[in-house]
């Protein structure tokens, strides 16, 4: 069964509970089951709607959480990624791609999660269907086998789609890039695309730059449940998170340069003109001075009576405009 296969029970906002074997196998319980859970009976894992009716009531009446936790995990303002202890409790906030219809991926959204020695809640306000992929692990018998590893399975799946959306904007990137670098005519929709790039990492890292600060907190928590293991992988992950932060700042500057490229080259092709106007000017504007000295309406026209004078008039125009187009390229004007 999987979050998105689920419809939220509006009475009780369970999306899915899950008992661990602790051979990486898991149970799925129903909600009164997991009301009547035990520590003994194994670690436990809540997937819960934060919008659902019946969450708020669960957390406050039954999940025995830390009031002061509580009121974070519970609050409807914009929440930042931060890793905060209670005891040997850990309250943990992420930010995740949004790969539902329709949205943008670069709207994160958020992922609470309350974790203890034999019980994780984890809230949603938004769908998050790459949970299922843990799902599956469990299915096949490969899943956590403990709160520890559970916790660092959560973190490993949410920077795995991250990984993914900063791959596709590279992508995007790398094909403007190499078109600019092999002279490709400037197609229209270059500088959208980078603007857009640009725009999309820039809304990520507002939030996952925060996120590595928790992410790099977690394995420094004296939490009894976390063993040596579950610390490495926990570090691993944090780096993880810094490498997908140094990825995304070296790809926006690369779009930054890729469009000032773009600029220059719409500025060099808009001067190139502007000079060959300048040049144009510079032969025609003798030659109307010309036309307009001879088309006065006074006396004493030369050529005015002459039956050649246009002939006469159109051949000097003609050397004149060739002479001066000779003497601007002799000067090195074009």
Not at 107 to 125: A, K, P, V
Not at 148 to 158: I, K, R
Request: aromatic fraction near 8%; hydrophobic fraction near 40%.
């Amino acid at each position: 069964m999987s979050e998105n296969e689920t419809k939220t029970d509006e009475n009780n906002g369970l999306l899915f509970a899950l008992l661990l074997d602790g051979q990486g196998g898991a149970k799925h319980l129903s909600y009164e089951e997991a009301l009547n859970w035990t520590p003994e009976q194994g670690v436990l894992w809540l997937h819960m709607d934060l919008q659902a009716a019946g969450t708020k009531e669960f957390l406050e009446t039954k999940s025995g959480i830390n009031p002061l936790a509580l009121e974070s995990l519970t609050e409807e303002e914009e929440d930042r990624p931060r890793c905060v202890s209670f005891g040997d409790k850990l309250m943990l906030f992420l930010r995740a791609i949004n790969l539902n219809p329709g949205e943008e991926p670069d709207d994160m959204i958020s992922l609470r999660i309350w974790c203890e020695n034999d019980r994780m809640i984890t809230l949603r306000e938004t769908p998050m269907n790459f949970l299922t992929a843990m799902e599956r692990e469990f299915d096949t018998g490969g899943g956590p086998k403990n709160a520890g590893e559970l916790l660092d399975e959560v973190c490993y799946f949410t920077l795995d789609k991250i990984v993914d959306v900063v791959a596709d904007v590279e992508v995007v990137i790398d094909d403007i890039e190499d078109k600019i670098i092999e002279g490709e005519e400037d197609d229209d929709d270059f500088m959208p695309r980078l603007s857009e790039a640009r725009r999309n990492l820039t809304e990520m890292r507002r939030y996952l730059y925060p996120q590595r600060d928790a992410m790099d907190a977690l394995p420094r928590q004296t939490m009894s449940w976390l063993n040596a293991e579950n610390r490495y992988q926990l570090r691993e992950n944090a780096n993880r998170m810094m490498r997908i932060i140094e990825d995304m700042d070296s790809l926006r500057e690369r779009a930054m340069i890729n469009m000032d490229e773009l600029s220059n080259r719409v500025r060099e092709q808009t001067q190139e003109n502007m000079y060959m106007l300048s040049v144009l000017a510079a032969i025609f504007v003798p030659l109307t001075f010309i036309t307009g000295l001879f088309g006065m309406n006074v006396g004493g026209i030369p050529l005015a009576q002459s039956e050649n004078g246009l002939l006469f008039m159109s051949a000097g125009l003609l050397f004149l405009g060739v002479l001066l187009a000779i003497i601007l390229k002799k000067l090195k004007w074009y």
